[in-house]
């Protein structure tokens, strides 16, 4: 069965730096969500989408910005980047059904130097 | 604010022996899901429990809901090397974003 897809897996960047990381959700599923997860932390919530549109919104810090296209994939865009942003970085998809759970795609590994 | 507690945070035990890890949760959610990571790996879907008394289970793990008390609970059945993991409770919260916010992970490691 179809994952979700993230690229690239891993990340590397300097301070300051820019970073763009992607993600493709299961065909159909109309929900996409942003998680934040530090070394031996549990996931934090970033953003979600629905149906293209921001639907929800965590802990995401100004610096970083996110949408969804037309072809439903997401991007999580990254700037002036910090040591602390060294991070996996996930991303789910789910249908809207209210009790669907979130399937999680393999991360993307940043590492900030 | 939602809150997600789960306990112990780590667990060393031997295989064959049973444990429960513990999940409190802080609103009145009846939606909490149970998820295993391995480290530097993704997040796998274990059980999704959507009402006050669920008992779901699959091989060796068993998950249960209370939603009176606001408490999840894993049961690990005679314990293998590969069950060790991290295993992370998740709330749905109320209303129907349907992000999960997660637990702090409970760690278990299992001895030959």
């Known amino acids: 069965a179809a994952g979700v897809i993230q690229s690239p897996r891993h990340l590397i960047k300097e301070k300051r730096e820019t970073a763009t990381l992607k993600c493709y959700p299961i065909?159909?599923?109309?929900?996409v969500y942003w998680y934040q997860q530090g070394p031996g932390q549990d996931p934090q919530f970033l953003i979600s989408f629905y149906e293209k549109m921001q639907s929800d919104k965590g802990s995401i810090p100004d610096r970083f910005s996110a949408q969804q296209f037309s072809d439903y994939h997401s991007e999580l865009n990254m700037s002036s980047l910090e040591l602390g942003d060294s991070a996996l970085y996930f991303c789910?998809?789910?249908?809207?059904?209210?009790?669907?759970?979130?399937?999680f795609g393999n991360g993307t590994r940043l590492t900030v130097t | 604010e939602l809150k997600v507690e789960q306990n112990p945070l780590f667990l060393s035990m031997q295989e064959g022996k049973n444990y429960t890890i513990y999940c409190n949760y802080s609103?009145?959610?009846?939606?909490l899901y149970w998820y295993r990571q391995d480290p530097g790996k993704s997040l796998e879907s274990l059980f999704v429990l959507l009402s006050n008394g669920a008992v779901k289970q699959e091989g060796r793990l068993m998950a249960s809901l209370d939603t009176k008390a606001r408490l999840s609970t894993l049961h690990i059945t005679a314990a293998v090397h590969d069950l060790s993991a991290t295993y992370f409770c998740a709330e749905g919260g109320s209303g129907n974003t349907g992000k999960l916010i997660f637990g702090q992970g409970t760690t278990l490691q299992v001895k030959p």
């Open positions: 609103t009145t959610s009846d939606r």
């Open positions: 065909p159909r599923h109309d929900t």
């Open positions: 789910a998809s789910s249908f809207t059904e209210y009790n669907s759970p979130l399937h």
